[in-house]
């Protein structure tokens, strides 16, 4: 089985925290990455600013992306992975609290996977995020690497 991990790119502390215990809690995830604004998400997954120089690594298996972020939005991040082959068909779930209607329909028209409104209730909120993570970690099965045929 590949390696389960994820980018976590949400500024918000509360949620940021509800959501690594409710992975680590359920098993989920063998690492995640945080990034708590779209400038950090684009430099982690291309290898950039503050990771220039650092070893490519694995892309994530999925990420888990808010859209009202500091610095660069989601939605911006979301058209610049769709943009890039490297990144072309990684897993975006949109994990938001935007419920307008325009950000649902441009986060899929930029190529996101799935949207989900984050709840606002705890356990709810805990709920969705298991059942997102026992869905795209465990029962989806990642597009091949083009260059190798492995499971990204």
Same mark, same amino acid.
């Given at each position: 089985m590949a390696d389960r991990n994820i980018l976590l790119?949400?500024?918000n502390p509360d949620d940021e925290k509800l959501i690594l215990y409710t992975l680590k809690k359920y098993r989920l995830a063998n690492g995640i990455r945080v990034a708590r604004? %779209?400038?950090?998400?684009?430099?982690?997954?291309?290898?950039? %600013?503050?990771?220039?120089?650092?070893?490519?690594?694995?892309?994530?298996?999925?990420?888990?992306?808010?859209?009202?972020l500091p610095k660069i939005n989601g939605l911006e991040v979301l058209q610049r992975i769709r943009a890039d082959p490297r990144t072309r068909c990684?897993?975006?779930?949109i994990l938001?609290?935007?419920?307008?209607?325009q950000d649902i329909i441009d986060s899929y028209e930029l %190529?996101?996977?799935?949207?989900?409104?984050?709840?606002?209730?705890?356990?709810?909120?805990?709920?969705?995020?298991?059942?997102?993570g026992l869905y795209w970690l465990i029962l989806n099965e990642p597009s091949p690497d083009p260059k190798t045929g492995e499971a990204g």
């Open positions: 790119v949400e500024d604004d %779209g400038a950090e998400a684009l430099d982690y997954l291309f290898g950039t %600013g503050a990771f220039a120089g650092q070893p490519a690594g694995a892309l994530p298996q999925i990420v888990l992306l808010d859209i009202k990684l897993p975006v779930i938001t609290s935007s419920d307008e209607e %190529g996101a996977n799935s949207y989900v409104r984050k709840p606002v209730e705890f356990s709810q909120f805990a709920e969705a995020v298991r059942q997102l």
